[in-house]
């Protein structure tokens, strides 16, 4: 299938688990945001994707491309130039410790953007899905106009249109946040949100206590909402502390109910930044493989389990890994 | 308020995890003691701290007044001269295998002191708190009247005394360490010992097993042995592993009785050498602010939880991030 | 005791924990093999132990020399000639998600050998043990023969024999297996091997459900087949993950029965590479030594749990570090 | 332009420079080969460039695939399959001491080919540009057919054909060298050749004392046995050290006759590996860009001198980069 | 004596030697700007010395504070707040390759001041000299009037005042630059000032070609214009590669005339960022010290030689060992 | 040949180029000494080598006897007990900065002997070659009587005695040293000095300006002192920078007079501790293998050389490598 995928792309600095950003030395370097780890996850599992964004015209963006292209995703619809690429630092969680990450992203080339840089009509031309989240109309109050307008582009030329709500509380308030996804969510037709989504973006009453699966019941709200959306989609993660969450999925759709995986037991957790993104990649490529939901589901939430035990954003994991790690997750060694 | 703390300060060569001294192509070095370890977190905590000892004049010398320094504690009492900084090497435990440390720290610069070289009445002039540990008499024969000498000293001076017993038996006997802290005892106001110190140095009798809550009847018994001593404070670690130790705190006042932290579930442990130190400093920064005793034995306990997180000696967190980790300690990312 | 190993050793190259061999920029050198690795684990225990194989007159080749030499182990049989040292890569498992290894191992200098190159007479002159694994005769089919006639020609030398059947699905198949290992367990003296090998390779029929010790069934059925074994030992290994396994050794003897060990609790686990060499290692020194089998069970455990503790193939510990961590493995700092 | 190029491509393993390879404990993993060197050279300089070889379907192949890719070169192409990939490993000269190199090459996927395995009809469809060096005949006597095969089919498929002689000592006998490029020859339409070429593999006499630039008889001969040759071109490179060479570019033309760049004073020289195919790659691209010959032998020679100041094969320069260093080339920063 | 310098500070992050950007996985962080470059060499030489700039309240920020602590210089004015930290990358330059920067320092806490926020009759009491250079007004419109301010400010208290003009051509034009520094000449006691700024920004005419000692030249007209100069002093950089410079100290003063130091050859050059800082900060200890000018020029171009050759921005050598530098400077090793 | 060398081995504890001690957050780990250095260099070039000395029951010593293990020299007389490995940390030279060394090498386990512990008859029975340097005697007042005690012992079983003068300023006087060294060179079969020493450590009076060639003269009078001396050699080493020197060897013999290496032109340098000792190595293997002495001092000064390129003390080059060396020292590379 074919994929195009668009929003901002930053650098990540961080250090070494157990040391701190004043006293670093030295910085890892990583590449990574929302829609483009999605993207790398589907060319991953054998897609045709292009990430779409705009990045400075300096080594750091072409650090950009070179991660992409690395994946085997285009970025015929990378732009380049603007003022610098948005960077965050981050101080790795240790057990009880949670992470540390401050932003610097302000005034970044994605994030000063004033109108539609892409012809619309060329990058959309035969795409199949087109997936966006809640963080691109975050980041300016132009990007809320531009975000609406690229949806729906992308329905107008027949894409079918992935929507991960994402909300970020360092970015704008979840009223600001809810009145933008109302005006994107008729246009989408799989939506990664959870009930915290439900309840505070979306205004929907707090499910009555003698209701057994709540989830089931905030999907059957938004769905009243919004039924264009075919499926909605998320996971329940479990903090036990920053080195050991438990994380299960589940998928909902309107003519087949839900549908939940194992939970999955992470212990230790390498880097558990990109790892929604991987089980949204995960989710998405079930559904474009016309896989059953159970099968989606287990491939979705295995992907994002894969995803905790690696440095770096990106879901570097093939189908056959996934599926192999789905079926057998056994930590055993096969030699 | 302003402090003064004086040890010994040693390098600490130690490997990565997994890997042994003796197989090392590399060291990592890191600089502390009791004594300066408690200096620098009351630093990060917002006071004026300035820590004494004697080191060489050659560059680990240099390398511990920049230590120091970086977190603003002052090095007008370190002395420059002597022989050499005392040095051990210490190979992470992992798991079931405990550390394994071994110590070179005969004939250091502060070991082979003589007499007191501070001009203390300028040292001790408008100090607030005097901190020492059971480590500076135990380095020779010398330093057992020294310590007494620098004691009594403060108190002249005006200066509350804090003592952490600090026993450690391979630097001496139990009765010599006893001997020795019991002329030490009747000049301090807050004292850093368990139920061990009260068995074993000082010779109190085993509690009688119907008594419940044994360590008040311990301090109890301090208390009356030393009825000067004001507070009594001593964190309670259950080893289930070099990686995954349990961390509760109690501070006992002979005013208001015993004060419990919460439990710390401390997995994975990435360095716990100096979370004693973490506890003292955390503890006495309270005791500083008047806050109430629960308020001290969370802050305390919650430092030295944080410190087993981060590599290194020092509690690198300023008061906000162990009052912030004290609140929440989720384990979550904020973003 | 005087005792010679032989097989073949391998260079590993693996990636940091978290990070894929794709995607890496440096690969960790080590070098191993189930044979050298008994040699080192052997002689770190205070025995006179040669390694013999054949490795090529390379850098690499030189590499495993020094290596075998550092631990105090005699080259003086270890042939240089042939083509390559075979390799390995492996990227650490983590969590839920296990190991992955790939060979490159064919046209090795040890593979190609058509014939037996050492001197035996003189090899085996004085030798007290001369160990084995399954892996040699797997390498070729030359091997099949010229690990026979090693093993014969041991035997004849008054040599103990020691066999680790050690099975390996990637390199032939259980059938082959069988057919090979049953023409050389009448040589044995001392077995490595579990209840899968006396299933799968020897064919005996799966124990009654009414038998309780299934595995002293097994080894009294493999006892009955080669009634020259005095002495069964394995490991059964529970895998909770990657990172985490509990360990429990089992020696069984005709004469006096089934010994086990206490089970280890092993979290987390940095290199489990050569722990069952670890644990042959252990047991044969506690046979060498004429420990009880009790002693020696809880040693070669112990042995075997040290090792999941630190990176690279090979057991660095001394015995007294072994039966120290036997008696107390708290995981405390003594200082 | 659209340019295909074709080769070996293999991953070094080197120490860094001052370390030995016997007594590494990490060695550094780069990607190279000459075809696929200038392969990214070209994609650099703006051109649409694919790569055709064979990888194994291992974390190494798909290493190689992602290497290439991130630098936008097509892997297409790029085949995945048979045993193993070639691999070789570095010691970095440093001063009076040569880098010492040796390989591991024999039976890859690429040496391993017994016949075309690409379809060349869609391969060389709309290619401007065939390159191909001396390496890939040498690699197994298969490839001695299979190279002209491809040679031809490129020709008659219409593309232009760039062949670098890149005599192998380690690989092939002048003799057999000889023969085989003089078949390969007369399909020549650019040749990067030296007089050692000239002189023992096409068996030109030596170049009486009285002619001044010899170089140019030499040129002048082969031309004159290739007459479909347009284009000679090599390096002088003098060698004071393995830290400091001396580079000197030329090019020559039966039209235009002799060209020669600056020399460059490189030193240190941080990785030389890949020098040659920087070279070749910008002289290529001044070739298809219908650069004059002088600038075409300015930029290709600053090329190659820009790759010896970075580490791996790989020249990551832009056309815009190497023409500012061919410029000014002065080490002055710019701020 | 007691000083004080102002000015922005940034992170700078690059790669190691022979490794671009955009490829890098790691960054080296170091902390510098030109007027705390100067602060830390005076320090180092046992000064007073105070560092004033604003630095945002995240880790970074608590880095720089760190970083200047560490060295003894007071951070008692170095403001927190505002937005972010400015940054910079560099790749270090190589033999003939030129360094490359870039530069991501818009926004910055220090750029977005609009007001004086210290307290300067504060700040400026009991101060002797004063340095800032010309980069602090190049940084936003406001800083120019902002540097004025300060300069007239310290004057009045009595400060002396030390610029150093360091035009930079990436952040205004020699137009602006000029018309600035032309309001604060006036002030300055001590210009460190080359012959192209008294040529391009001060609009003095070339001199004569009879003229043998152009500098002196410069200097005379430049303290025509400027009487209440001093001193002027400058290094003169003969750039024969990236990896190599010469290097060539020359101070003048009204009444006593020229003077020059050895040139000092510097090869290899490990980092020559703040190698003009540590000149300043060598020629203003000699001048605070009361030195002939001999000494101090000496001085001050044997710090920044020493400065050539050690990782990151900082001088970190004492008094004594610069003194040592200059006496012997041999390139032997002392044992 | 069989050989025994004896003397202090030491930990050094060193900064990459361009770091210094006061900064470090890792030191590099190396070990050697003298007459070890020597013993590694006589191993690799096929002799039967033991290295005698004392080192403590700790990690540190375990790598010690691993070090020489791994190059094949025997620690059949390596001792182990007493205090304290002896240390020394090294901030590296670069360009004109000389390296800077300080010791912490007082209370060694051996330098704190008292008396020879190993059993003399044993230790020299068989042995061809027994090498000391001047450095032993300087350890202690007592190892002046121990060396002496030993060289008799060596001489009385009828080995050969090699030393190296290797005079350290920082460990005593040139008065002291003389005064011993006269007491043992009367056992001198080899003598590793020079014209400095002939000159301030035996008394010779300075050559007369008309003798053109000094160093013959030196030789001539010390054997005219010391008739027993076969052989004197040394190197002369000019320095031009830290980074660069200039190497030549010369041996003189009573009987054939003196030879002379080509001059060696190291630049870079990697690490220069431990040249004179590959020097030593690389003689003393010519002498042991008859080879002339022109060869001889060509082997040693390439030894040395070469040495020069690679990090830590030890000569880890094989006699092939050597010659190879010597013969081409082209820094080209072979493929």
Redesign the interface.
């Known amino acids: 299938m074919k994929i195009v995928t668009l929003g901002e792309i930053m650098a990540r ?1 961080s250090t070494t ?14 590449y990574g945001g929302g829609e483009a780890n999605v993207a790398i996850s589907l060319a991953n599992f054998g897609h045709e994707v292009a990430f779409a964004s705009k990045v400075p015209e ?3 963006g ?2 950009v491309k ?2 992409l ?4 995703v285009s970025t015929e619809f990378l732009l380049k130039g603007g ?2 690429l948005g ?1 965050y ?1 981050m ?1 790795a ?12 992203r ?2 970044s080339s994605f994030a000063e953007m004033l109108e539609i840089e892409w012809e619309l009509a060329e990058m959309f031309k035969g795409v199949d899905l087109f997936h966006i989240s809640g963080i691109a109309p975050a980041v300016s109050l132009k990007w809320r106009e531009l975000t609406l307008e690229l949806v729906k582009a992308a329905k107008s030329a027949g894409c079918q249109i992935s929507f991960d709500v994402n909300y ?3 970015m704008w308030t979840q009223a600001e946040c809810g009145a933008v996804i109302q005006t994107i969510l008729p246009y989408v037709d799989y939506c990664s949100a959870g009930h915290m989504d439900a309840l505070y973006l979306l205004g929907i009453p707090k499910a009555p206590e003698e209701i057994s699966d709540k989830l089931v019941y905030y999907y059957e709200k938004m769905s009243a909402l919004f039924p264009n959306i075919k499926l909605f989609y998320a996971t329940k993660r479990e ?6 969450n438990k994380l299960t999925g589940h998928i909902w759709s309107k003519t087949d109910g839900i549908f939940t995986s194992k939970t ?10 990109g790892g929604g993104d991987a089980f949204s990649g995960g989710v998405l490529h079930g559904l474009l493989s016309d896989w059953s939901l159970q099968k989606t589901i287990d491939f979705g939430t295995a992907a994002s ?2 995803k ?4 770096g954003d990106t879901n ?1 994991f093939s189908e056959k890994e996934v599926l192999d ?1 789905a079926r ?8």
Do not use: C, M, W
Request: hydrophobic content about 35%; proline content about 2%; charged content about 20%.
């Open positions: 600095f688990a157990g040391n701190r950003l004043a006293q670093a030395e030295h910085f890892q370097v990583v300096n080594p750091l072409e650090a070179r991660h292209n690395s994946y085997g003022s610098r960077t630092y101080e969680g240790v057990g009880e410790r949670g992470a540390a990450v401050f932003f610097d302000a005034g970020r509380g360092k903090v036990i502390s920053s080195s050991h999955h037991d992470i212990t230790p957790i390498v880097d558990r930044v389990s894969l905790h035990t690696i440095h570097q790690f057998s997750g056994s930590g055993a060694i096969q030699r």
